[in-house]
């Protein structure tokens, strides 16, 4: 590539000549320089050219909504009693006075009630919690769909596969701390699941809550795990995600200009920068937001632990609903041998997700050998290309979302007025024939995607213009997209990119990308300029037809 | 293309470089070339420059407004002490909205007004950075392996066996030792010590039964068709986790058929069953009257208590463990008190349990 610089237009007049540091600022960076010799790396990130594409912020908001969660979490640690022992309550909140409950949910109460500013910002947490996980979850299909997983960016999806694990473990963790009657209720749970291991199941449960249900340590040591442990390998996932990324650069979609070798976009510094910076911001406002708008997990309302107590419609937060799902969905098949148990609680709880996870994180490895691809891939895939790849994709996300919804069937029931039992065999009905019907259909819309690619390609784009033949055929004429052979039929090619398919998509190099949010913005020079190009072609094209003619 | 460390320039040849020119050159020694690069506005002091900048502007200040606001309501302009309805100024539930609205619209506001001004008001630019993602050279390759494998070679691990095996046996204990430490700090017997048996709960021969107030039961308090959690009247019992036990009395007319060698276990016409679920431990609580049907809100296991609790849907395998039941005559009060623990394990299953 040669070093040309485009100058379309005049850019505004810089600062003036540089050689040497005259500023405070500049003469702090040259003392700096002087020491630390960075200059040429530091260069080196700030000219670091990102691509720019929608789908590349679900991966942005995960990595905001962590550093939202150190933020608020680290207030609420300030306040925070991981303690299981027995108090009576005698805080703000009348309606708990005198109430026997851990120091755990007392020192909630506390944070709810009698901590100024404590309520938002544990609900901040929590809601920046349910869309940390989300943002993980979407952010995985992306990169799914359009293949950005494939060689030679394995590790950095089998990292992402851990990070939505910890993820998970970290949410379940948190949501337990504040010891009310519905993380209660899932700790039980919990503990039960432990028990289910074969063999060593009972011993585990011991191990981890150091002794019989509910014992004394387990908020003490979840909370450890809660805000050191996990956080920090978290952290560490978090940087070797990033390191990778900038190490492996961006994929992008194909198009003009786009080309394996090079990544196209905006540098850094400033433009991405600061469209990122703000992007943080508004990912910070949605939370802040919802945090002093919308009720989360008012534990105030659910009272302490209490193991003879629950509440109908108990439900986890929603990344562990699939979980609870399938758990409920799971057929009373319980293994006995020679005085032993196998309960049925092991399978859809510890056996299944184990399978999930490792078919997720052995699916790029399986595709490349199956597909023999052993080629490094910067271009992503548009879904519809890839129909198999998209059909099982679909099929994961048909077989997620039974299960998840499957963890509110009780609502679900309620709200309908359906059997309760209705739904749970519909869920197990669903699990095994949905997934392979959402295969078949996304299967079969790729493939017509694709075919309408290329019969656009083939024969242009429909103008609605009926036109009448000599012989009274009504025909309607199509815009091809480029140069015609005899027959009339378009000779481009299909190239990984969106087709215009509609009218008002030819005349952009960027795909019909219009500018402006509710109206089209456009400059009234480049309106003129491109009108004039329009008819010098027109010019040009008369001036062929005459020499040909 | 080529990557230079250094901007292959002299230091004349950047003394006459104005600011621009020298950062496309620094953009450039690092292969990433800005192949467009115009200003939005190339006509400086237009209006939609001017609204653009207004706008942005604007942004900013309704951030600043908002983040004094929150100051404002934070520092006491808004009340936050909670009060029951009726006692006190109810304008604390006015607090938390206002602190999340007033937040999320400070931090909205100087997000999209960042964003607009990168948006509006930096140059346009397209670049394209070469990725020098050819992979590693194979020289290179060879020269690392090369190194790599005479490093090894040199240690002489190959040919030493003793230092292998030694070394293997050092670095394999050690390596297992912080997971013996870990674990055996840790580690409990299950099923040993007081309390600790996952085969016993509190109740036992004589043991009062009572309600979670600790009071004693008796069958006056309970009418036909009802039931209540009740608990071992034993230190510790009503907040041990396997202790709530479902005393129901059945309606006139319904009958339990018992288990074998459970004949005795029902006292007239009161039955008392585990309220542990036998799937994952969940208090099994809904209770239908009419038709005797138990539900565990947490995974729908349902037990049908006139067929001795047993599991009629869901993922239930086991019926809920039944207590022994019978009464003693304090000052002319008859009170229920257990005639033994349960016969079997209660709760949720595990690989011990026959």
Redesign the interface.
Known sequence: ?T??????????P??????KPRTPAGKAGRWADERLGMS?SV??QL???FPDHWSFMMGEIALYSFIILILTGTFLTFFFDASMAEVRYNG????LDGVQMSRAYASTLHIT??V??G??MR??HHWAALLFLASMTVHMFRVFFTGAFRK?RELNWLIGLGLITLGLVEGFAGYSLPDDLLSG?GL??A???M?????????V????F?????GTEIIGRLYIVHVLLVPGILAGLIGAHMALLIK??HTEFPGP?KT????????MY???G??A??????????C??????AQINPVWLFGPYN????????QPDWYIGFL?GS????????I?VW???????FW?TLVLPGILFTLAGAYPFIEAKLTKDRA?H?LLNRPRDVPVRTGLGAMAIAFYSVLLLSGG??LIAKAFSIS??AM?WAGRIGLLVLPPLAYLVAYWTCLGLQRHDREVLEHGIETGIIKRLPNGEFIEVHQPLGPVDDHGHGQLSYGGTPVPKKMNKLGSPHGGRIKGFLWPVREKAEIEAELAALEAAEAERDRQRELTD | MSTTDKPGLSAEELAELSTEEAMIAGAEADDVFIVHRRERYPIPGTHAEKRAERTVAAMFVIAFLAAVGFIIVFCGAVPFQWHLPGQGSQNFRFFTPLLGGLLGLSLAAIGIGTVLWAKWLLPEEEVVQDRHDTGPAEADQILTSATLVQGFHDTGIGRRGLLKGTIGLAGGALGVLPLVYLVGAMIKKPNKGPGQSLFHTLWGKGVAVVDSEGNRVSPGDILPGGLMTVFPGVPGGVAAGDSPTLLIRLRPGQTVKARKGQAGFQWQDFVAFSKICTHAGCPASLYEQQTGRLLCPCHQSQFQVLEDAKPVFGPATRSLPKLPLGVELVDGTQYFVAKGDFPEAIGPAFWERP
């Open positions: 590539m070093a040309t610089v485009n100058h379309d237009g005049p850019t505004a810089g600062p003036k000549r540089f050689d040429g260069r080196n000219n670091k050219v703000s909140y009348i309606p009630f009698d100024r500013g309520l938002v609900q901040i030679p209720t039980r749970i503990e039960a699941i028990q289910s291991i074969p063999v060593i199941g009972s011993w449960a011991f191990l981890v150091g002794g019989k249900f509910p492996q650069k200009g394996e070798a090079t990544v196209t976009g905006e540098r400033p433009t991405y600061l469209k910076g703000g992007f943080f911001f508004i990912v910070f406002a949605v802040a937001a919802l945090g002093g708008l193991p003879a107590q629950v509440s109908s419609g108990s609870d758990t409920r969905l799971f057929p009373s098949w319980e006995r005085h032993h148990t196998i309960p049925p609680l859809p490094k910067n069937n009780d309760l039992n749970t």
